[in-house]
């Protein structure tokens, strides 16, 4: 089946740091999604991306629809501790079958 | 509004046992579904339903059944359990299935049920 590449895998910062992360598929998407997960939760929506090069912030953290449609991206900017948890994107659209192809998840955590 | 309720959030079975994992809505929503979340993989889709009385399979429906008599409810049932369904189940729920990514069609998940077959 389609599949996300998600990296990296996990990310140690200090608090105050920019954080990036990213989601590539071989597949195109028309509908890019980013989730947070917090310990012990299901996941939330905090961005979603509708058109190829589109560029969306929610607070301190700014998503792009990446041109070719194959790819997303995510920043937090000026991290704190309540930014930890596992961060996934999810795909949706081109031959995903309304279901949603997700990544396998960015593991954000803050080093005291 | 209690949103998306999982029970039990916490489950140890013997292989073989069966079990049913519970999910309750409370927000009219006619789409539900039941992913597996795995370590180093992402969310995969188990069962799906649309409206009461209407379920199809997702990507990994072996060894799960599920039923929708209500629209509230949407339980996953394990015939036998099998080690390799030690996971975390959530439960999802939105008014439309998954299209546009559009606020009709935002998933909102329950807080997971974690379960491990010994």
Same mark, same amino acid.
């Given at each position: 089946?389609?599949? $996300?590449?998600?990296?990296?895998?996990?990310?140690?910062?200090?608090?105050?740091?920019?954080?990036?992360?990213?989601?590539?598929?071989?597949?195109?998407?028309?509908?890019?999604?980013?989730? +947070?997960?917090?310990?012990?939760?299901?996941?939330?929506?905090?961005?979603? $991306?509708? +058109?190829?090069?589109?560029?969306?912030?929610?607070?301190? $953290?700014?998503?792009?629809?990446?041109?070719?449609? +194959?790819?997303?991206?995510?920043?937090?900017?000026?991290?704190?501790?309540?930014?930890?948890?596992?961060?996934?994107?999810?795909?949706?659209?081109?031959?995903?079958?309304?279901?949603?192809?997700?990544?396998?998840?960015?593991?954000?955590?803050? +080093?005291? | 509004?209690?949103?998306? #309720?999982?029970?039990?959030?916490?489950?140890?079975?013997?292989?073989?046992?069966?079990?049913?994992?519970?999910?309750?809505?409370?927000?009219?929503?006619?789409?539900?579904?039941?992913?597996?979340?795995?370590?180093?993989?992402?969310?995969?889709?188990?069962?799906?339903?649309?409206?009461?009385?209407?379920?199809?399979? %997702? *990507?990994?429906?072996?060894?799960?059944?599920?039923?929708?008599? #209500?629209? *509230?409810?949407?339980?996953?049932?394990?015939?036998?359990?099998?080690?390799?369904?030690?996971?975390?189940?959530?439960?999802?729920?939105?008014?439309?299935?998954?299209?546009? %990514?559009?606020? #009709?069609?935002?998933?909102?998940?329950?807080?997971?049920?974690?379960?491990?077959?010994?």
């Amino acid at each position: 089946g389609q599949q $996300l590449n998600q990296s990296p895998q996990s990310m140690f910062i200090q608090e105050g740091e920019d954080v990036s992360m990213n989601c590539t598929s071989s597949s195109i998407f028309n509908t890019w999604l980013w989730y +947070k997960q917090d310990p012990g939760e299901g996941p939330v929506l905090l961005i979603a $991306l509708y +058109k190829a090069g589109e560029l969306t912030s929610n607070g301190r $953290l700014t998503a792009q629809f990446g041109i070719t449609r +194959k790819d997303s991206f995510l920043n937090i900017s000026a991290s704190i501790p309540s930014d930890v948890g596992i961060y996934f994107c999810a795909g949706l659209g081109g031959d995903s079958n309304y279901q949603l192809i997700w990544g396998a998840g960015t593991k954000l955590i803050i +080093k005291p | 509004n209690a949103g998306v #309720t999982q029970t039990p959030k916490f489950q140890v079975l013997k292989t073989g046992q069966s079990m049913t994992l519970q999910c309750a809505q409370d927000m009219n929503h006619e789409y539900m579904s039941w992913y597996r979340q795995d370590p180093g993989m992402g969310l995969r889709l188990i069962h799906y339903s649309v409206g009461a009385g209407i379920t199809d399979q %997702g *990507e990994v429906p072996n060894g799960y059944n599920v039923s929708r008599s #209500t629209t *509230e409810d949407f339980p996953l049932r394990l015939l036998s359990a099998a080690p390799s369904q030690t996971s975390v189940y959530f439960c999802a729920s939105s008014w439309d299935r998954p299209r546009y %990514g559009l606020s #009709t069609d935002t998933q909102y998940f329950g807080p997971g049920t974690r379960l491990t077959v010994l």
